[in-house]
């Protein structure tokens, strides 16, 4: 039986920004579980998405740091040029292993690993991007009993990521951007803004 879900884990690459900011402006500040995003960005220039993204969710958004363990009501944010993993027991790694779908980093290492520690207990979500990074990783979130959401492609700025994902037939929840947040609040069971 499945008690909780543990952990969110989001993907999105162009147009993600404005799409992560509308969805974690909808969760509350004391969301159950830490939410992880892997945010496709120049690794060329320094990133200021936890600034931004901070300005519009209710919890305190940072980068992710190697051999910290990921907190509730927390968001983490995958830095520029590194893959973000986690363990089973919460505890984040950053990797610069070689790209995936040329991308570093990658939704799908992430969701891969998200999926392999927390099992039944993890969501994935994705959101605009182009390309088909986070796949694969839906797919292995779906193995493994989690529950996947994918942004409806005709509300998504960039439509590849949410077709490639709908494409592996393992998505539970097919939502407009404007949904995804009331939809997490119903599944973790904390009330909605």
Known sequence: ML????????????????????????????????????QHLDPRHKTVIADVLGRKSRMPVQLAEAGFQAQPSTVYVAPPNFHLLIDGDGVMSLSSSELVHFVRPSADLLFESVAGAFGARAIACVLTGSGSDGGMGVSAIKARGGTVIVQEPDSAEFKGMPHAALATGAVDFVLPLGQIAEVLCGLLEVREL
């Open 3 to 38: 008690d909780s879900y543990r952990i969110v884990a989001i993907a999105s690459s162009a147009g993600g920004i404005a799409a992560l900011g509308n969805l974690l402006k909808g969760l509350p500040e004391d969301f159950p579980v830490p939410v992880l995003v892997v």
